[in-house]
């Protein structure tokens, strides 16, 4: 205490001059009123600054958040987009009741996050932090906000790992977006970002740029999710179809944020497919 009194009594006249300068200060911006403008002009530029500052770091911070919802906002919106279209080709613009736009996607879509992933191996695989404890299973579709990424092939309690379109393991039944001929989706090595499509008809007609989407001849996936658009076409090593090069629009080398397809409809016919299966099987045998 008494060296706090010392020091008190050494500094004082700097203590009393602190004091003095912010007694003047406070006078004059009180009672001058081009100085108050000044004054309250510059604290608020200072506090917007800071208020800015405040605001880009909660930004960042829930960018994850905002990517999930905007992921699933988006395939969803692709989903109502094809409900559309399919049915304004059925019933006609003018004859579309307001009922057909409220259709709901026919799968719940489980959001994950990708824990593992490899992009330049011949046999790529993903994990993701989703397991049967989560509702997910062997065979169901994994997609992204931008497109088809793969395929789940083993499942724990909490995790799960998907076979990726990257992958020799990986054949996905495609389609030419609204011309109806549909192939097989494979991945050759090389790019990340580039794959095929076999088994086009010689008599296709289609354009370079179109959309490659699923085709929904699978239990997989639904039917109309993205996959990539045309960039080149070549001839299958027999000479009897297509072979499309696709430029892929999920980003592999980027994947954070994925949602397993969770349809009750699909896993329906998988099943019935496999019985019949077993029963051929069992009959031959």
Request: proline residues 2%.
């Amino acid at each position: 205490m008494r060296n706090l009194i010392d020091f008190i009594v050494s500094y004082s006249h700097w203590f009393v001059f602190i004091l003095l300068e912010a007694l003047g200060v406070v006078l004059l911006f009180r009672y001058n009123s081009y100085q108050g403008a000044v004054w309250v002009s510059t604290a608020n530029t200072v506090a917007g600054m800071v208020y800015e500052c405040e605001a880009k770091v909660q930004s960042f911070f829930s960018l994850t958040k905002l990517n999930e919802e905007l992921s699933g906002r988006n395939i969803y919106l692709e989903q109502q987009v094809r409900n559309l279209s399919e049915a304004l080709e059925r019933e006609g613009v003018d004859s579309v009741r307001i009922e057909l736009l409220k259709t709901p996607v026919p799968y719940r879509l489980v959001p994950a996050k990708v824990v593992a992933n490899s992009v330049h191996l011949q046999d790529n695989l993903i994990t993701i932090n989703k397991g049967e404890a989560d509702g997910v299973h062997k065979d169901m579709g994994v997609i992204s906000g931008s497109g088809v990424v793969g395929v789940v092939f083993l499942t724990g309690q909490h995790y799960s790992v998907v076979i990726p379109v990257l992958s020799s393991l990986s054949s996905i039944s495609c389609k030419i977006e609204n011309r109806g001929y549909f192939g097989r989706l494979h991945w050759d090595g090389g790019s990340s970002n580039m794959a095929y499509v076999d088994d086009i008809p010689r008599h296709a007609r289609f354009k370079l740029y179109e959309r490659v989407v699923t085709s929904g001849y699978s239990s997989i996936f639904p039917e109309g999710i993205a996959v990539g658009k045309i960039i080149h076409v070549l001839n299958s090593t027999d000479g009897i179809s297509y072979r499309l090069q696709v430029h892929l629009y999920t980003d592999f080398a980027k994947l954070r944020d994925v949602y397993v397809v969770d349809n009750a409809a699909m896993r329906e016919q998988l099943e019935v497919q496999r019985e019949a299966l077993d029963t051929l099987y069992k009959r031959k045998n």
